[in-house]
């Protein structure tokens, strides 16, 4: 537990009176005051092990429920006696940092179709500061563009290194987005197509995905379009409170069906129930989950039918709407990273042979991305790897 020295220090501390010695009052230089309960100082005392690294010697099983605080001393450190003879050392400045409910939470940085978002080259991705920078931008924002990836698999594969282990699903590990003449799946054509998200009747949908150009349409079109789920949610809930809560308590079904494999996809019958919206424990707007072709016949309460269907026309009409679709024409060794549990993606329509318009598609999980961009942020943007990121589609 080493102190961050940049850490509020101890001004005081003290047992309530009347609270029966289960709890301790500290208060910090910064004006703050916590209140930690017996129980909570207890399973968290450094001689139980680390529980960051799961190495543990000490289980709750141990608790005394009727234990108490005696003496509480706050000098370098903070020293906790309790009732059962046992002694706490802790240092202040993990005691700060880890206070129930201390998580730090960074304004979401919603965007609409003016927004820059970040663009990177591949030369300063290979650096720790740029690596960071692209994971940052990706965690916070949804997305970011990086340039200079080689045009070529190697280049794709480089690239996802940064962000974690590719994903294998049922169109393998790696998808080569081209047209084709027999289309067995939308991606293949050369038709527009809505945003969406990849994957919503898994469980867990795809994370955090790449698109890269290998070959652009040469008669132009085909330019990709990204919407950030986040703020068209922000924008039902303040406009359609009534849509909002809908779209984020009822689940509904997601659909993929296919009985025979076809060139670079599996067989397999799919199905999640899932509400469009996720909020985390804060309500806060942690995942979106969309894709109108893939939802499923609504199984859902008949007196529900009808509001559902108007939030489900709200929803749909906004990621449509030009205000909030970001538009940008893919050239060869272009990469569009994007959150996909966030950013929703599509493109315009375009013309040209059969072949000729190539761009390559794969997915790591969420959680690897951010568990290196919470080990980046320790070394090189330190204090920031406790702000909380957005969970993603937690149902």
Not at 54 to 79: K, M, P, W, Y
Not at 310 to 337: C, M, N, S, Y
Not at 360 to 388: F, I, N, P, Y
Request: charged fraction near 25%; include cysteine.
């Amino acid at each position: 537990m080493a102190q961050n020295a940049t850490a509020p220090t101890v001004t005081a501390i003290s047992i309530p009176e009347g609270g029966e010695g289960r709890a301790v009052s500290v208060e910090w230089s910064t004006g703050e005051r916590t209140s930690f309960n017996v129980l909570w100082l207890r399973d968290n005392c450094p001689s139980g092990g680390d529980k960051r690294s799961a190495f543990r010697t000490f289980s709750v099983a141990e608790l005394d429920v009727a234990l108490t605080i005696t003496d509480a001393v706050a000098t370098e450190g903070i020293s906790i006696g309790y009732s059962d003879g046992h002694q706490s050392q802790f240092d202040a400045g993990w005691l700060h940092t880890n206070r129930p409910g201390a998580t730090r939470v960074r304004p979401s940085a919603t965007w609409r179709s003016t927004a820059e978002l970040s663009s990177l080259d591949m030369a300063s991705v290979r650096s720790d500061a740029g690596w960071h920078d692209l994971l940052e931008a990706v965690s916070t924002n949804g997305a970011a563009v990086v340039t200079g990836v080689p045009a070529s698999n190697e280049g794709s594969s480089e690239l996802a290194a940064k962000l974690g282990h590719v994903r294998e699903t049922d169109f393998g590990r790696f998808f080569d987005i081209i047209s084709e003449p027999d289309v067995w799946t939308m991606s293949q054509s050369t038709s527009a197509m809505d945003p969406h998200t990849d994957d919503p009747y898994r469980y867990t949908p795809s994370g955090v995905s790449i698109l890269h150009c290998f070959e652009s349409s040469p008669t132009g079109g085909g330019r990709s379009t990204l919407v950030d789920g986040f703020a068209v949610a922000e924008a039902i809930r303040s406009e359609v409170p009534e849509a909002f809560e809908l779209l984020t308590s009822v689940a509904v079904p997601w659909v993929r069906h296919r009985t025979e494999s076809v060139d670079q996809g599996e067989a397999v019958h799919l199905i999640a129930h899932a509400p469009v919206i996720s909020l985390d424990r804060d309500g806060a707007i942690a995942g979106v989950r969309f894709h109108e072709r893939s939802m499923g016949t609504l199984d859902i309460a008949a007196e529900l039918m009808d509001g559902y269907y108007r939030a489900l026309i709200e929803f749909t009409k906004r990621i449509r709407d030009p205000e909030f679709q970001w538009e940008h024409g893919l050239e060869p060794g272009e990469a569009i990273v994007f959150d996909n549990q966030r950013v929703l993606h599509g493109r315009t329509a375009f013309d040209g042979d059969p072949g000729r318009r190539h761009l390559r598609l794969c997915t790591v999980d969420r959680d690897q991305v951010h568990s290196a961009l919470r080990l980046l942020r320790e070394r090189l943007a330190t204090g920031t790897e406790h702000e909380k990121l957005p969970a993603g589609n937690l149902s």
